[in-house]
């Protein structure tokens, strides 16, 4: 990249926020309607104009190529294809950090895995209406076990798990034994 290609760049993506701010100063949008127009921007130029839009680390220390050259992209042929999904569902702010890993996972499983921001119209209607509807499909959620994490956990507690939480076994047998599609859905950010 030139020196100029890198100025251009940078004014692109500075005029392109400048825009957003001026937009966003508007009072007759609703709250709900510039949280879309940020997401919008968000998906369209990313945090950063150096950034590599598929894994999002700064240009000059991209993992693409580290990914797809580790990983066999092939789908297997065993029929169990299509039986398995991921969804990495990212907080708008947490959407093109350098930091995020749930990017590097829809590079490495691009058959399985698809990153979704929570917040941006069309990708919350794929939530809605191609995950969370369909009944011939699992949904679960990877959320961490909070009971695990308290200190001084007394062992006389009551240890009995509520019948929401499954266990990866469960989830493999659901697989195996029912065909059943299961989507992981990883919850992916700064969610306050």
Same mark, same amino acid.
């Given at each position: 990249m030139t020196i100029e290609q890198v100025k251009e760049q940078k004014n692109l993506h500075l005029r392109a926020s400048e825009a957003l701010q001026i937009r966003l100063q508007s009072k007759d949008l609703s709250g709900k309607e510039k949280h879309e127009i940020m997401c919008q921007h968000r998906l369209k130029y990313g945090r950063h104009p150096f950034s590599c839009p598929n894994c999002w680390s700064y240009l000059p220390v991209c993992v693409c190529d580290l990914? *797809?050259?580790?990983?066999?992209? %092939?789908?297997?042929?065993?029929?169990t294809d299509n039986?398995?999904? !991921? $969804?990495? =569902?990212?907080?708008?702010?947490?959407?093109?950090?350098?930091?995020?890993?749930?990017?590097?996972?829809?590079?490495?499983?691009?058959?399985?895995?698809?990153?979704?921001?929570?917040?941006?119209? *069309?990708?919350?209607?794929?939530? %809605?209406?191609?995950?969370?509807?369909d009944e011939n499909c699992l949904? !679960? $959620?990877? =959320?961490?076990?909070?009971?695990?994490?308290?200190?001084?956990n007394n062992k006389d507690e009551d240890e009995t798990v509520p019948s929401s939480i499954i266990s990866l076994d469960q989830v493999k047998d659901e697989i195996r034994k029912n065909q059943r599609r299961v989507v992981l859905i990883a919850v992916d950010g700064t969610w306050r």
């Open positions: 990914v *797809e050259k580790q990983l066999p992209q %092939e789908v297997p042929d065993d029929g039986l398995l999904q !991921v $969804v990495v =569902w990212t907080h708008h702010r947490e959407w093109g950090l350098t930091s995020n890993t749930g990017s590097i996972l829809a590079l490495a499983i691009p058959n399985y895995c698809k990153l979704l921001m929570k917040g941006l119209p *069309e990708h919350d209607k794929i939530l %809605e209406e191609t995950i969370l509807q949904v !679960v $959620v990877l =959320w961490p076990d909070q009971s695990k994490r308290k200190e001084g």
